[in-house]
Each structure stands twice: as structure tokens, then as C-alpha cells.
């Protein structure tokens, strides 16, 4: 069994500090997914319902098939309206931070909260957060960072807010961040915290298909283009690796969000045990590792690529182009498959 970390100190300390109406302004990390998106909304509802005064600030826009969460339209991307973000940050008295574990994880952002001075919490689900945080709400054991701000809504006393729009947010986190309940993360407490959201009333087929349903022509191309062009298979090693350059992406009209998911194709043949997505940047190259059972990949993104996240999602970049990154992946893999479990 699950058992969560007992965060009853900093709940008590957060209460304490929510006694009385406060300005509170939420964040999270760079290119943000549903997880990230959700929880700060969800967040962002419960403590408007409770009577404070509540702005979601994003280092840059959500993507298009989050369009339709409940409260979008109020988040401030910082990418578009810096100097309104910066000055709804200044007047905060609590940041929240939400869905990352270190600050370089904000992006431009970094540098306009690392001026302020204010009480800062971290909620969140990934590995070896920043000691920095005093008041920190850190679960590598929760699916989703969704499931820790629904966690907090019984001990917080914040029932009274919770309403179908709350738990369609952070539905809508559980879902994208467990890979619809398939991911190892999700536990028999992540299905008991989606049926309490179900009883608020989440249009569960409507969150799916929003999420799933939501190709645009020139991505499904774009998939088309990878998977028949522009993947390897290792089927001995049991890997994958797949590639875009920036030319495949500006041919397809690339949007922001469209390759998301695409490093599970990979995962999805038979025997493969690690995918690995490479895509190409102006001046970087983003690296998604994904694998299987207990493999984990964190720790070699963390080392090698100066990135991280999860044991079996993890991120990280390469400076320079996608011959080189791949050239470098494909170098160091032996070291990452040594650490494979048999
Ligand atoms: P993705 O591969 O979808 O970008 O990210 C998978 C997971 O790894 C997410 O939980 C994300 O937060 C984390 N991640 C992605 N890129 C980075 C990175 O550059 N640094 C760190 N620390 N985590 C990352
Ligand atoms: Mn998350």
C-alpha cells in the first residue's frame, strides 16, 4: 500500500496563514502540461471559493487542447504580458508553486520571482526538490501534482469550495499525468480521488475527448512523418529513438504543444522497454526519455542533459543540433542501459 507522507505540519502552518483573506498568486513550470495547468486552476478556484484573492501566473501559454479548462482566460502568460505579471507577482503575500521542483524550471520567469519577498510553498510530485522551499507539500509517491492539491482539500477545510469546476481541473491533471490510469504512479488512492471528483460531477467523457480528441491535421502529419521516417528501433536493446529537426516542424506548421505524447509511440511496440524523442529547437535540442517497469531514466537525464523529472518521464536538453544530440545519446546509452534491470 501507498502510504502518503504526513504533511500535517505544513498544512497546519498554511492554515494559519490563510485565516485571513490573502493575495495569493500561483506558478508553474516552463511550456506547462494538464497537470501543471490543472492543478494551479483547480488551486486557484478552491482558494477563490474561500475567499481570497487568487491570480495563476504561466511562464508561457497553455496548450490549445487545455483551451476549455475552467478560469484559462484569467491566467496571466508571462511570455505575453510580462510587466502585468510581474506586477500581480509583486503584490502577492503567498506564492504557490506548483508542478516543478526547482526554480530554473520556470523559464524567463525565474528572474521576476526571484526579486520577490514572500512566503513561497512548494506542491509538488517530482524527485529532490530545492531545499529552498521552508514550506514544501513533496510527493514522488503521488501520480500528480492534481492529486496532492485534492489531497489538501479535506485537511485545509476548504470542502465548502469544491465544485465541479475545481474537480474538473484537477481531473483533468490525474488523467494526463497518469497516462489515463495506466502509468505505474497511479495508485488505488488516485482512483478513490477521481471517484470523489466524478461525484462533483466531472463530464468525464468530455475531459477525454477534449484531451485526446484535439488533432490538428498538420500534427497527425507530423506523427506520420516520425513514425514512418524518422525512427530507429534497437529491437535487441529494446529502444527507440525518435528525431525532428526544426526544418520537419516548420514544414508542418508546428504549434506549440503538437509533439506532446509522441515519445509514447515508441514505448507502445513490442519489446521496447525505452523511448527516446528528440526535438530540435533554435538553439537546443528538448530530450524525452520514457521507459518501462523499473527502469528509471531521471537520474541520466539529470547527469547527462541537465534535466529530470520522473523515474519513468523525465526531460532534459542538449545544447547545440539533432545530429549531435543524437550522436552524444547514442554514446552515452550503454551507461543508461547498464543500469536497466533484467
Ligand atoms: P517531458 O518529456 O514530457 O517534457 O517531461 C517529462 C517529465 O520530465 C515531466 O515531469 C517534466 O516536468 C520533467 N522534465 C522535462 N524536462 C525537464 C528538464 O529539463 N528538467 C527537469 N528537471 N525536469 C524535466
Ligand atoms: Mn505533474
Known sequence: MNIAPDHGRTYAQLRHFLEVPRRVAIVTHYNPDGDAIGSSLGLMHLLRGMGHDVQVVLPNSAPSFLNWLPGLSDAVPFDKRPEHAKELLGRAELLCCLDFNRMDRVGQ???????????????????DPDPAFTLAISDTGSCATCQLVADMVGPMGWGAALDKQVATCLYTGLVTDSGSFRFRSTSPHTMRVAAALMDQGVEIERVHQAISDDNSVERLRLLGLLLAERMTVLQEEGVVMLMLS???????GHRPGDTEGFVNYGLSIRGIRLSAFFVERHDHVKLSLRSKGTFAVDRFLRDHFDGGGHANAAGGQFKGGLDAAVARFKELLPELLAQRPV
Open 109 to 127: 520567469l525565474q528572474e521576476a520571482l526571484s526579486n520577490l519577498n514572500v512566503q513561497r510553498v512548494l506542491i509538488d510530485h517530482h524527485q
Open 246 to 252: 526544426k526544418e520537419d516542424l516548420e514544414r508542418h
